[in-house]
């Protein structure tokens, strides 16, 4: 063997060893990465959807036991008063399909447009199961009140039942405040979180009851069906996270579950929500990622070896330096190709291994380019759920005061009904250009929902526990400054909206993360109670604490 080929082959050895074994680590760690990512962000869809589910039946609870304990319904002496709150009630609680009294024998005596007044509805379990105590039934077909109510879209109807017994003051049992809540709400619900997000429209969102049966999916024909996934069985074991699964179709889905655990004294009816994306489509990135970088490499890889044989005979002197450079960043990390004295022919070799790590720290940025993307809500800007995970675990172990505003803007809704949905993130994007100026870079400000925002600030040990109240009151004051958009006709218009902030503390208010901002949550829920526009902190509200 000639001592050029020698030479050849010792460069092409070092060559594909530097490069080899830099690019599968690279290709390793981005795919591991990027796959984390994306499957992470379906986990973190479904834990949104299944909180939504979970605070949309408490907040239905609440009204209905509100509801029950007016005196015009609590007394039961009047049937043409009950009558007229009923009426009234269609326009003011739209949530509620259907609303009826029933007498202590299960007879209907009062109801929404009169509908079942006068039937004996004693077998029902909206009257058996409510004699005692709060009654709320899981999602169900429509069986008295199919045939009666109006349904334009032609679909079965499905009602999720919530009663509550009516007691005089002596304890005695009145009758029953009987509620059917029309299960389209979850629908929407779902739609509202996709349409939020425009990187969520491969993904579809479905809701399972606790023995299996389908009760939303966005293929009809799925619905009433019994779904057998592990993802399924997981969430059941109160388990959140993703895996890649095949589905029935025979499709490999990336799969986020978790499962819905109640809300307040709403316990919860065992529901497991999941989140699945075509594998095939919504792993692209991480293919594109790897086969950019193999293919970069292996080119450069064939250039290299290229040169290394057709000047390998003049460059045995310089090759030796190469080699010893090679080495050198292979174990010094970070280190740049030097310039290698020697010919014209040396210094294209130096400059192609240049360009090798140009391209592989380029692949290198664009990977955390994609995990920013990841951590951003794309809307606002601001950061997302699982930019407030990494905001948290960048301080893993920290033990500094801090504080969480649960953030809920107030009249939010009626701007995209009357304006549009462009009008409303017009409206968002306005609302979060103000919130980011009033914060420091030790602080985040984060979208957690669609119009509701989470705020965590340090807490210095020199500055009072009023810091964070004193934001929450700039926070109102500037989120209900007058805010000009366009409506659909091109005209511009202005509107105002509210906040509504719920406030806790660290190490007042919880132990850790999770216990201070359901803390957080809880006062938010106060202030909406109380009235909205304005600020409960946790510590000061006795019914935050009972939550």
Request: charged share 20%.
């Amino acid at each position: 063997m000639t001592f050029r080929l020698q030479i050849v082959l010792l460069a092409a050895i070092l060559l594909i060893t530097a490069i080899g074994t830099t690019t599968v680590v690279f290709v390793r760690i981005s795919a591991k990465e990027l796959t984390h990512e994306i499957g992470h962000s379906m986990a973190v869809l479904a834990t949104e959807m299944s909180d939504r589910l979970d605070r949309e039946m408490a907040i239905r609870l609440s009204e209905v036991r509100i509801l029950a304990g007016l005196p015009t319904i609590s007394e039961m002496r009047r049937t043409d008063s009950i009558q007229n709150l009923i009426d009234s009630l269609k326009d003011e609680v739209s949530a509620f399909t259907w609303v009826g009294i029933l007498d202590t024998k299960g007879t209907v005596i009062a109801a929404t447009d009169g509908i079942l007044v006068g039937k004996n509805i004693s077998q029902r379990p909206v009257y058996t199961e409510a004699r005692k105590d709060t009654f709320i039934g899981d999602v169900h077909d429509a069986v008295l009140l199919a045939a009666l109510l109006p349904n334009p879209t032609g679909e079965a109807m499905k009602f999720v039942d919530i009663s509550q017994p009516v007691f005089d003051e002596s304890g005695a049992l009145q009758g029953i405040f009987a509620a059917h809540l029309s299960w389209r709400w979850a629908t929407d619900v779902a739609d509202t979180l996709l349409t939020f997000n425009a990187s969520e429209r491969m993904v579809e969102i479905f809701v399972v009851a606790r023995d299996g049966t389908i009760l939303l999916s966005p293929v009809p024909e799925l619905i009433g069906h019994a779904m057998d996934l592990e993802s399924v069985a997981a969430a059941r074991r109160g388990l959140t996270g993703w895996a890649v699964e095949a589905w029935p179709d025979g499709r490999d889905y990336v799969t986020g579950y978790t499962a819905t655990d109640g809300e307040g004294s709403y316990p919860g009816l065992g529901w497991s929500v999941l989140t699945r994306a075509p594998a095939k489509d919504i792993l692209q990135p991480v293919s594109d990622v790897i086969a950019a970088m193999i293919a970069a490499a292996v080119l450069i890889l064939l250039a290299a070896c290229v040169l290394a044989m057709i000047l390998a005979s003049r460059l045995v002197r310089p090759l030796q330096a190469m080699t010893d450079a090679v080495e050198s960043m292979r174990t010094e990390r970070g280190r740049s190709f030097p310039d290698i004295p020697g010919p014209r022919e040396v210094q294209t070799l130096c400059r192609a291994f240049q360009s090798l790590l140009s391209a592989l720290i380029s692949t290198e940025r664009q990977a955390e380019y994609l995990q920013d993307r990841a951590n951003t809500d794309p809307l606002t800007g601001l950061a997302n759920r699982a930019g407030l995970d990494a905001f948290f675990a960048e301080r893993a172990g920290l033990t500094s005061p801090f504080a969480v505003l649960a953030i809920d803007l107030d009249d939010f809704k009626p701007i995209n009904d009357t304006y549009g949905h462009d009008a409303g993130d017009a409206v968002l994007r306005q609302i979060a250009e103000r919130l980011k100026g009033m914060f420091r870079s030790s602080d985040i400000i984060a979208r957690s929902g669609g119009d509701e925002f989470l705020a965590v600030i340090a807490i210095p040990d020199s500055e009072d526990g009023t810091t964070a109240e004193r934001i929450a009151k700039r926070l109102i004051d500037a989120i209900s400054a007058p805010i000009q958009i366009v409506q659909r006709t091109g005209d511009p218009v202005t509107v105002s909206i509210g906040a509504s902030v719920g406030l806790s503390s660290y190490p007042r208010d919880g132990t850790d993360r999770a216990s201070v901002s359901k803390a957080a949550d809880s006062a938010l829920y106060a202030a909406k109670r109380a009235g909205k526009r304005r600020f409960v902190a946790a510590s000061e509200n006795p019914a935050v604490a009972a939550d």
